[in-house]
Nanobody
Framework: VQLVESGGGLVQAGGSLRLSCAAS????????MSWFRQAPGKEREFVTA?????????YYADFVKGRFTISRDNARNTVYLQMNSLQSEDTAVYYC?????????????????WGQGTLVTVSS
């Protein structure tokens, strides 16, 4: 199984980025997908989750509500994270994670597979 994130980079505060996570080696449709992030010196934290299959259920950490949107394209085995109104506090390595369940939770330990991460740097 491989999860490969892309789309990170340097952006000014107030700007936008779209992250992608391409999955292979698993029945993508049967996995709930999530995004986490880890800032320097901090623990990895939950950002957002989307349910398996059609992705009808999504939920977000309070600090990204209204700014970030998660989506999935099962035909492409890819999950996306659209990030708008970025702030310096959003600077972190962003990871996608997969769990074979209807919808994943907020704990790192719940997930079966992880990507290598993509760095997002927001300059103020």
């Amino acid at each position: 199984v491989q999860l490969v994130e892309s789309g990170g980079g340097l952006v000014q505060a107030g700007g936008s980025l779209r992250l992608s996570c391409a999955a292979s080696g698993l029945a993508f449709r049967t996995y709930a997908m999530s995004w986490f992030r880890q800032a320097p010196g901090k623990e990895r934290e939950f950002v957002t989750a989307i349910s398996w299959n059609g992705g009808s259920t999504t939920y977000y950490a309070d600090f990204v509500k209204g700014r970030f949107t998660i989506s999935r394209d099962n035909a492409r085995n890819t999950v996306y994270l659209q990030m708008n109104s970025l702030q310096s506090e959003d600077t972190a390595v962003y990871y996608c994670a997969a769990r074979r369940t209807i919808v994943g939770g907020t704990r790192v330990s719940e997930y079966d597979y992880w990507g290598q991460g993509t760095l997002v740097t927001v300059s103020s």
